[in-house]
């Protein structure tokens, strides 16, 4: 069966840097064929989507919302994709879900599906 | 950038109604619009994607319908599973788009 696992809970202070990881397992190409996005839930709140990344070129794509705040990275040999953020901030908190987007080339590029299958979350709390 | 308006941001519903939930765009994006449920304190989960397209797996009694820019889940008879958040997507173009989000509760 393929997963999306997700590193665990992380309690973090302002300012503090942050790591969190989604790893692809199971049978098939999870990560060959699909982009893999990063979504956001701040407590009580709606999903937000914060960027994808396409694991088997690293191409990236954030919203505008988050780019410069967040980077996204992948470790192919570890069937890994990153979540980072440089100096973690009060609003930072919340449950961050990776989710992967099947990709299908077209003439003109790709077309990436929905999301087909979401990692367990992290839930990150940063103090101040 | 399109921006997704769910609408009711909730309702309550007794089980056996059919219920339909809205999603305005506030452009035109094509087909790729995708329905999600969450239920409390789990996962999110795809129930609809191409606008009406079932995710397989997903009960029958969902269904998805609208084009240009009025979308709409509808739910044909309530079950006490289906208390939950839904959200529509848009999604392939980015950025990828999240409505707000409609509760049900039963």
């Known amino acids: 069966e393929e997963q999306l696992v997700q590193s665990g809970a992380e309690v973090k202070k302002s300012g503090e840097s942050l790591r969190i990881s989604c790893e692809g397992s199971g049978d098939g190409d999870t990560f060959e064929l699909f982009w893999v996005s990063w979504v956001r839930q701040m407590p009580g709140k709606g999903l937000e989507w914060i960027g994808h990344i396409k694991p088997s070129d690293s191409q990236v794509r954030y919203s505008p919302s988050f780019e410069g705040h967040v980077t996204i990275s992948v470790d192919k040999s570890l069937n890994t994709v990153y979540l980072q953020w440089g100096s973690l901030q009060a609003s930072d908190n919340g449950i961050y879900y990776c989710?992967?987007?099947?990709?299908?080339?077209?003439?003109?590029?790709?077309?990436?599906?929905?999301?087909?299958?979401w990692g367990q979350g992290t839930l990150v709390t940063v103090s101040s | 950038d399109v921006q997704m308006t769910q609408f009711p941001s909730s309702l309550s519903a007794s089980l056996g109604d059919r219920v339909t939930i809205s999603c305005r765009a506030s452009e035109m994006f094509g087909d790729s619009l995708a329905w999600y449920q969450q239920r409390p304190g789990k996962v999110p989960t795809l129930l609809i994607y191409a606008v009406s397209r079932l995710q397989q797996g997903v009960s029958s009694r969902f269904s998805g319908a609208g084009s240009v820019t009025e979308f709409t889940l509808t739910i044909s008879s309530l079950q006490p599973e289906d208390a939950a958040t839904y959200y529509c997507?848009?999604?392939?173009?980015?950025?990828?788009?999240f409505g707000g989000g409609t509760k049900v509760e039963i």
């Open positions: 997507q848009k999604y392939n173009i980015v950025p990828l788009t």
């Open positions: 989710a992967r987007e099947p990709s299908y080339p077209t003439l003109n590029g790709y077309f990436n599906d929905a999301f087909d299958l």
